[in-house]
């Protein structure tokens, strides 16, 4: 039973209260939550987007730096001030450095004063004092930019444009961080710094993709990365490269992020450097996270861990480990690390590192919690582990530290059902973060006040909260997705989780118009979250449209899965939205998910797979089927959500007939992302490529020959097939012809992974990421845009519920209008069938849906092929015209 803590609630700022809220803290069991995991060392914490300078300790002033000396006792002040800042300390450090500025300004010392000063507004930043970073880096440039700049060097220019582009970054003045880092990278380049030059070509990648320019971005990156292999071994190479790997494993280019890191670490190890080689094992680790390889995780970060020369560093280490050893579920491995990380953390001097530590150990502790498996320490001590971070976070007067303390002791208290205390806290941590404007923390904290008042039962409160956050993240498109920190949270667990429950408290307890316009707009975004999550790039541009402006005769459906239910949004055109609900659990939708998927084998009973078909239909069409029925509406358009991607809607029952027999059918990851248009029929014209021999492990498709000759048959087409269909000769096709229609019968998956979401062609495999590359062209205004791609003989991942967010993703990563493919590899006889009634529909000036629904009927008609095994895995996605 749940105990009420019923002491008076104080300011944080009280040692009395801490100690009240430790000694007062009931134990329970926790319902699910999600918990973060650390990037770590030279990752550092930022709203935005880490900077590199590969290694971050300015050169510091001594008397080999300008004509001017130095007094010692100043010179004494600013090395005590680089100590404390590389200890985390960074209130400390600014009053250090206060006292130099005074110091210096009096001995009228105009050059070690800029570098003070440029001193001074990283620390600035660090504890989110803009105004004042801002006022001093534009002090120190000034300094170093006006009168007589004889005895200053370049570098200390370097330096403080270096600073200033930080700062502008995290304010969100992207275009104007890029500009001044290439003025950085000048100035480093007169000064012959390498680390600096390498240090703002990353920088420069990262603000180019936060503002989209993604081809921009890999290119320097790549120039990056052959500068450095050309370079000979050094610790500089080796310390470059761990930069440059981790800057690929934040675009999502984990296998060159890999190779990248691995080559970091041949260097570290060849020079018998342990601080490197942990590093390099560090980032490997999370990469192998990411991959996901979490048993190659696990051993990686052991290796960070035994080769880590500070505490710190080795205790990041085994946070990691224990925080993937939690979410894999290894309880018994994760309770026996515990006395070790304990030791680890008593090693630890008061600090910002000191403070993330002890929060992120104590998130681990909740979710060992929240499974019973945690006999000690109890809430009681995780309580009093957040408790001492918040102190300490407020001694060292640290206000970002305390404000990532202070969100998880609020979701503590949430989580143990004490709303009052949960809130206070929080409210606490919001104020903070929007004081020195941490919008990923401000994101968080509104998210968490949502549900806690949620919970409480006030759903005003809890709908204007949720707003806002997704308003917060909605703001923070470019950094979410890219986000490099010491606390990174994932998309999966801390963000699309705040749109579901504002959709459902939107739809449960006001479904008025507005609201349902609200929620399917929610929907709508969140579509395209996951896409730019999916691809780690805020690559799509949205424009809304109304479905009567794209076509007056189909209705679109807007499903949600929510924990409690399922929930429809119909809109038909010219009328106002529709809104009904199933009452029942996601694990049972989840189940019907499944079951549907296993039943549609062939080896499998008819009887199981109508009835669970039918029990679908039930939830999505059933109670608009008669309004549809009266309706002038021939074609669905379906934005599923989540594992209902994997369905194809076309083989849903209603105990009489297929939904593709009465209507046609096609899906799209949202109207905001179409291009409506219909295929000129002047335009048909198809370039084919193929396999029919096996390769790289996969079957021959020897269907695949019938099916690009009947193509040919029915559209003027040119075709590669095997040794010819390689991603060169492809290309160069495509470049040398404008083909409307791309037809690839080959071998391909779809994964909620984009790396394991590809192509098959003769010589490897063309990934997601690839496919934007390789049409290249056609953005450039050299030809029309691909009208069709069709992927033929593609299916989506074994296990992977979400293994159709690849084809959506495929679908808009290549530009093309429209795209036809395959959930699940079919019999290429009955392919070749269908595809070539496709194309015969097409060619009479048929829209691509019901030419696609005419060629599943005609299968359907057929004995042997009447089995939705062999028609129903055909999808169109985009534009339906």
């Not at 190779?259 to 060849?270: C, G």
């Not at 530590?357 to 001590?381: F, G, H, R, W």
């Not at 020195?436 to 994101?443: F, K, L, S, W």
Request: glycine letters at 4%; a neutral charge; hydrophobic letters at 45%.
């Amino acid at each position: 039973m749940i105990t009420k803590i019923f002491s008076p609630l104080k300011s944080l700022h009280s040692s009395v209260w801490l100690a009240l809220l430790t000694l007062f803290f009931v134990i329970t069991v926790f319902p699910a939550a999600s918990f973060d995991f650390k990037l770590g060392h030279s990752q550092k914490y930022n709203q935005s987007l880490t900077t590199h300078s590969f290694n971050p300790k300015y050169a510091f002033p001594g008397s080999n730096l300008g004509t001017s000396k130095i007094q010692n006792h100043t010179l004494t002040v600013l090395e005590q001030g680089r100590t404390l800042y590389e200890a985390g300390r960074f209130s400390d450090a600014a009053a250090v450095w206060q006292q130099a500025v005074k110091e210096l300004a009096a001995q009228g010392d105009r050059f070690h004063l800029a570098v003070t000063l440029t001193y001074l507004s990283n620390v600035y930043q660090e504890l989110g004092q803009w105004e004042q970073a801002s006022e001093t880096i534009a002090k120190s440039l000034n300094l170093i930019q006006s009168g007589d700049r004889t005895g200053i060097p370049t570098l200390i220019l370097a330096q403080a444009l270096n600073t200033q582009a930080s700062l502008q970054l995290a304010l969100g003045q992207t275009e104007a961080a890029l500009n001044t880092w290439q003025l950085a990278e000048k100035a480093y380049t007169q000064a012959k710094d390498e680390t600096g030059i390498l240090g703002s070509q990353i920088n420069q990648a990262q603000a180019l993709q936060i503002l989209g320019l993604y081809r921009r971005a890999q290119a320097i990156l790549e120039q990056v990365n052959q500068k450095l292999l050309a370079s000979p071994d050094s610790l500089l190479k080796a310390t470059g490269l761990r930069s440059l790997g981790i800057a690929l494993q934040v675009t999502g280019d984990l296998e060159r992020s890999q190779a990248v890191l691995q080559q970091s670490l041949a260097i570290a190890s060849k020079l018998n450097s342990a601080a490197d080689i942990s590093a390099a094992y560090f980032a490997l680790g999370n990469t192998a996270r990411i991959s996901p390889d979490p048993k190659l995780a696990l051993e990686l970060y052991q290796k960070a861990a035994e080769n880590a020369k500070n505490a710190i560093a080795k205790l990041e280490a085994l946070l990691n480990q224990l925080s993937l050893l939690v979410q894999t579920k290894q309880q018994a491995t994760a309770r026996a690390s515990l006395p070790n990380i304990q030791a680890e953390l008593a090693k630890l001097s008061p600090s910002r590192d000191a403070v993330y530590a002890q929060v992120n150990y104590a998130q681990s502790l909740i979710e060992l919690e929240k499974d019973n498996q945690l006999p000690t320490p109890n809430s009681q001590e995780i309580a009093k582990i957040l408790a001492v971070a918040v102190q300490q976070a407020i001694s060292l007067n640290d206000p970002k530290a305390e404000s990532y303390a202070l969100i998880e002791l609020g979701k503590l208290y949430e989580l143990s059902q004490q709303w009052v205390e949960a809130e206070n806290l929080t409210q606490q941590a919001l104020l903070i973060a929007q004081k020195i404007r941490a919008d990923d923390i401000v994101g968080r904290t509104q998210a968490q006040l949502g549900q806690i008042f949620k919970q409480r039962g006030d759903w005003e409160r809890a709908i204007a909260s949720y707003t806002e956050a997704v308003k917060t993240f909605q703001s923070l498109r470019s950094d979410l997705v890219a986000v490099n920190s010491d606390v990174q949270f994932s998309f999966r667990d801390s963000v699309e989780p705040v749109y579901r429950e504002l959709v459902g408290l939107l739809l449960q307890f006001n479904p008025s118009q507005e609201n349902i316009q609200q929620a399917r707009q929610l929907l709508e975004a969140l579509q395209l979250a996951e896409l730019e999550n999916f691809f780690r790039e805020a690559c799509l541009r949205a424009k809304p449209q109304q479905i009567e402006q794209i076509d007056p005769t189909a209705a679109v459906f807007y499903p949600i899965i929510l924990k409690d239910r399922l929930e429809v949004i119909v809109s038909l055109p010219g009328e106002s939205l529709r809104r009904y609900t199933s009452e029942l659990p996601q694990s049972e939708v989840e189940k019907a998910i499944d079951e549907l998927l296993e039943s549609l084998n062939p080896f499998f009973s008819s009887r199981d797979r109508l009835r669970v078909s039918q029990k679908i239909y039930d939830w999505l069409i059933r109670p608009i089927e008669a309004e549809l029925a009266g309706s002038l509406v021939k074609t669905l358009v379906f934005i599923l959500d989540g594992s209902l991607r994997n369905l194809p809607m076309a083989a849903l029952h209603n105990g009489q007939y297929y939904l593709v027999e009465k209507y046609n059918i096609a899906v799209t990851p949202g109207l905001q992302l179409l291009e409506a248009r219909a295929l000129a029929q002047a335009q048909l014209k198809v370039l084919t490529a193929g396999l029919t021999e096996a390769r790289q492990g996969f079957a021959a498709l020897p269907g695949v020959k019938l099916e690009v000759e009947q193509i040919a048959a029915e559209l003027p087409a040119r075709t590669f097939l095997d040794r010819e269909f390689t991603e060169k000769n492809l290309q160069k096709q495509i470049q040398a012809t404008s083909f409307p229609i791309i037809h690839l019968a080959t071998h391909g998956q779809f994964s909620s992974n984009p790396e394991q979401t590809f192509i098959l062609t003769w010589d490897e495999k063309i990934k997601v990421k690839e496919f934007e590359d390789l049409l290249r062209f056609r953005e450039q205004g050299n030809a029309n845009p691909i009208e069709l791609l069709v992927l033929s003989a593609c299916q989506t991942a074994a296990g992977d519920k979400r293994a159709a967010l690849g084809l959506a993703g495929v679908a808009v990563r290549s530009g093309a209008r429209s795209t036809l493919a395959t959930l699940w590899s079919v019999k290429d006889q009955s392919t070749a069938q269908l595809m070539s009634e496709f194309y015969q529909e097409l060619s009479k000036g048929v829209r691509k849906a019901e030419a696609l629904r005419t060629a599943q009927l005609n299968l359907l008609k057929q004995t042997k092929y009447q089995h939705p095994f062999y028609w129903a895995p055909f999808v169109l996605v985009g534009n339906w015209l």
